[in-house]
């Protein structure tokens, strides 16, 4: 195994892909000494670096030193700041061509989905209950509690520790260290029954903070988020419920809705009226008390699920899938391993034919320019760049801006600025042009890469990539985290073997071979696009999916980073 790497002959960095002691000879460009300890996954200076000098990664400005270093000297934020290469929007490129890989072992390949009436396939078969506004989150927890079980939705489980066997020690006297290492009894908590439906794959309770008070505008985004979701290929129907007054209104959402196509069914419907996708809409100040209310939207919900159940899933061609692509609790090996692996993946499902989404606007500061040479037309460009711009004048006016991104796990493992962790990342994108750009809950409509705004906020990026149609989501990740969404698979990808082993119960997929030498980006690309072929055909679920761990924060488009 090499014991360091640099990513592109313009780089002044290296990376340590071991713990390099001080005093280790480096036969780099020129033969240098570290002239201190090298933690594994950091970065240290090819040649003196002066204070002011431009510091590259991924062949990109990363930063500018603030003090001087010595050649073999490690980089840190106290010698280390932010800084990033300007871009242009009337610069594009006019020469779009693209050298594809090879993809003739997929071209026959199918997926088992569930095919909609709009042409898009469903990687899963879902029923949604919505609360318009976050007055109504408790009915939909009763509602929750009232289905779940007695139709079969509700998965056995383990207590991590026996409750009672910790009530028992204290009550008869055990201290707080005698507590502590009693030995951990997983005790089961209840048993599954067999579904009363069999081809609805769960029923998804949504609950969130907004729809009321805020701005106008939250509203709105609000109502087009959710129509995204209701809409989505992965969605049979759903239950929405309101109270009645609040901003979110019923017309705000049947108007986003009707934009997909969807428009109110007759109030007569029954389980053999399959000409729309059934939405049914519930207004607790309208009806009354609560109970009556509960009940109804219990007894719609569960007519829905009839009609749900009439989809089976159907061979489909991989053109038909929309690939999220999103990163969280990077490591300084995301962008050398997993980020490049997905990044090859996006290129294959492109040459197929598919759709991609790029997201998390803050994590592209500095890779700019690269983006808007890839689109393939003048007006992507402008719109990427003004979002782009847009999105940083907001993050400043509050005082903060794309250079707070990082995070201190992030800065833990390696990732020093924005610009150095943006260029890592960005490899979730591949190599392909450019095909759409997409504000926050626009739909994605064109196959091939798109550029989604959303904020670099793991759940409310997660939360915008189904929003706008995504069937799967590959999430990459150095340091784990256990992100999930309740619509769509996410598929987990670690960038090293430690975090693979040591979180196994929430990663899907180890790209640590990258690191060790033992695969190539491009097979391990090919592997993935195996796993995500098997978890959209419904033969293999995610970790997340069998954690229960649906995610949804709606972006109120204030700043987050």
């Known amino acids: 195994m090499q014991n360091w790497l640099i990513l592109d002959p313009k780089d002044n960095l290296a990376v340590a892909l071991r713990e390099l002691p001080a005093g280790e000879r480096i036969r780099a460009r020129e033969t240098l000494v570290l002239s201190e300890a090298i933690p594994i996954k950091h970065k240290f200076a090819l040649q003196y670096l002066p204070v002011g000098g431009p510091v590259y990664m991924y062949g990109v400005l990363v930063g500018k030193a603030t003090q001087p270093i010595p050649a073999g000297g490690l980089i840190h934020t106290g010698n280390l700041e932010h800084a990033a290469a300007g871009y242009a929007a009337d610069s594009t490129a006019t020469d779009h061509a693209w050298n594809a890989p090879d993809v003739s072992p997929w071209l026959d ?6 095919h909609r009436a709009d042409g898009r396939v469903g990687t899963a078969n879902y029923w949604l209950v919505i609360p318009l506004v976050f007055c109504e989150n408790r009915n939909v927890k009763m509602i929750r509690k009232t289905m779940l079980k007695g139709l079969g939705y509700e998965k056995a489980q383990a207590a991590p520790v026996d409750l009672e066997q910790l009530v028992a020690a204290y009550r008869s006297g055990k201290s707080a260290a005698d507590i502590l290492a009693l030995t951990d009894v997983a005790t089961e908590t209840h048993q599954t029954t067999e579904r009363v439906f069999p081809n609805v794959d ?43 007054c609040q901003n979110a209104q019923i017309p705000l959402l049947q108007s986003s809705l009707k934009k997909y196509g969807i428009t109110p069914l007759p109030s007569a419907e029954g389980p053999g009226e399959r000409s729309n996708k059934p939405v049914y809409y519930l207004e607790q100040q309208a009806v009354g008390d609560e109970q009556t209310f509960i009940a109804q939207a219990v007894k719609k919900t569960f007519v829905g699920l009839m009609i749900a159940d009439h989809c089976t899933r159907a061979p489909a061609p991989l053109s ?113 042009p450019v095909r759409d750009v997409l504000d926050y809950a626009e739909p994605v409509t064109r196959p091939g890469l798109n550029l989604l705004c959303t904020p670099g906020n793991d759940v409310e990026s997660t939360t915008g990539l189904a929003g706008s149609g995504c069937n799967l989501i590959v999430f990459t990740t150095g340091l ?68 229960g761990q649906d995610d949804f924060i709606p972006w109120k488009r204030g700043v987050s980073l």
């Open 109 to 114: 390949r199918t997926f088992a989905g569930y």
């Open 202 to 244: 769960g029923i998804k309770f949504l609950t969130h903070d907004g729809g009321c008070g805020g701005i106008r505008q939250d509203a709105e985004v609000l109502c087009e988020l959710l129509a995204g979701y209701i809409a989505h290929p992965n969605v049979a129907g759903a239950t929405v419920l309101s109270l009645g």
């Open 320 to 432: 038909k899938l929309t690939l999220g692509l999103e990163c969280g609790g990077s490591d300084g090996f995301s962008g050398i391993s997993a980020n490049p692996i997905l990044g090859y993946t996006s290129d294959l499902l492109v040459a197929l034919g598919g759709s991609t989404v790029l997201a998390e606007f803050p994590e592209l500061n500095g890779v700019e320019q690269e983006l808007i040479d890839r689109c393939e037309r003048p007006e992507l460009a402008e719109k990427f760049s003004g979002l782009m711009a847009d999105y940083s004048a907001a993050a400043e006016a509050v005082g903060s801006g794309f250079k707070n991104n990082p995070s201190p796990g992030n800065i833990r493992d390696g990732l020093i600025t924005d610009a150095m962790k943006s260029a890592g990342a960005a490899k979730k994108g591949g190599t392909s």
């Open 480 to 547: 784990g985290t256990p992100t999930g969404n309740p619509v769509v698979p996410v598929v987990k990808l670690a960038s090293n073997h430690r975090l693979a082993e040591r979180m196994h119960d929430i990663i899907d997929f180890n790209g640590g071979d990258v690191i060790t030498g033992q695969a190539t980006i491009e097979e391990k690309g090919a592997e993935l696009l195996e796993l995500l072929i098997t978890v959209a055909s419904g033969k293999q679920q995610t970790k997340a999916q069998l954690l």
